[in-house]
C-alpha cells in the first residue's frame, strides 16, 4: 500500500472512530438544553452521562493518535544510550496501581542499555505492559520481562499468561485501529511497531494453543 493511500486509510478511520461518540455527545447535549427544567433527574443525570462517555471516548481516541504520532515522527539522530533497565523499573512504578488492581505479578531479568529515544521505549514498555494488563485471563496475570543477544541486535520478549491471541490475530493486532474484543482505541500495538520500527528493529508476537502471548522486539545494539 503507498504512502498517500495508508495515511488516507488512516485518516478515514480516525474521522469514523471519532464520529460516532461526537454524535452522542452532541445529541444528548442538544436534549439537556431542549428540556432543561422540565426532564427527570433520572433523564438528566442519563444524558450527562452519555455526555461523559462521549467525551472520555474521544479523549482516548485522541490520545492515542498523540501517542502514534510522536512515535511516527522520532528522529534517529536524537538516538542516545537509553537503560532499559531504569525505563522498565520507571514504567512499573507509574502502573502500581493497576498491576495492584490487578494482582498482577511482574517479573523481569536484568535489561541492557541500547542506542535509541529514551521516551518512546519508556512508551514501548509502558504499551506493552498495559496490554498485558488488559488481556489477562481470569487468574492474576504474570507478566515477565527479558532480553537476550540475537546477532548484532538485543531480543526482548514481554510474556504474559493471559487468554491469548487467536494464530489470524498475530499480525492483525499491530495495525492501526485494530482491537482485541473492541478494547481500547486501537493504537497501543501499532504505536509500538512503529517505535520499534523506527529503532531499526521489528515486533512480532507469538501465542501457543495453551493460552499465554509474548510480544518479541528486536533493537539494533
Not at 503507498?2 to 495515511?7: A, C, L, M, Q
Not at 422540565?38 to 452519555?50: M, W
Not at 541500547?114 to 514501548?124: C, I, W
Request: negative net charge; glycine residues 10%; hydrophobic residues 40%.
Amino acid at each position: 500500500m503507498s504512502v498517500d493511500k495508508e495515511t488516507g486509510r488512516l485518516l478515514s478511520r480516525v474521522c469514523h472512530d471519532l464520529r460516532t461518540p461526537a454524535r452522542a455527545v452532541r445529541m444528548h447535549a442538544e436534549l439537556l438544553l431542549r428540556d432543561w427544567g422540565t426532564a427527570s433527574e433520572a433523564d438528566v443525570n442519563q444524558r450527562l452521562g452519555f455526555v461523559v462517555d462521549g467525551s472520555q471516548r474521544m479523549m482516548e481516541l485522541l490520545n492515542g493518535l498523540s501517542h502514534y504520532a510522536a512515535a511516527l515522527e522520532m528522529d534517529a539522530r536524537g538516538f542516545q544510550t537509553a537503560r532499559t533497565d531504569a525505563l522498565l523499573r520507571a514504567v512499573i512504578a507509574k502502573l502500581d496501581k493497576e498491576i495492584l488492581k490487578a494482582e498482577a505479578l511482574v517479573t523481569r531479568d536484568q535489561l541492557p542499555d541500547v542506542h535509541g529515544d529514551a521516551d518512546r521505549l519508556l512508551q514501548l514498555f509502558e504499551e506493552l505492559l498495559r496490554n498485558a494488563l488488559v488481556h489477562r485471563g481470569a487468574a492474576p496475570p504474570r507478566i515477565h520481562v527479558s532480553a537476550a543477544r540475537d546477532g548484532e541486535s538485543w531480543r526482548f520478549a514481554v510474556h504474559d499468561d493471559g487468554s491469548g491471541v487467536e494464530a489470524d490475530e498475530l499480525e492483525r493486532v499491530f495495525r492501526p485501529f485494530e482491537r482485541l474484543h473492541g478494547a481500547g482505541a486501537g493504537l497501543g500495538l501499532a504505536t509500538c511497531r512503529a517505535i520499534v520500527e523506527g529503532h531499526g528493529g521489528k515486533i512480532w508476537m507469538e501465542s501457543p494453543a495453551g493460552g499465554g502471548c509474548t510480544v518479541y522486539f528486536t533493537i539494533p545494539e
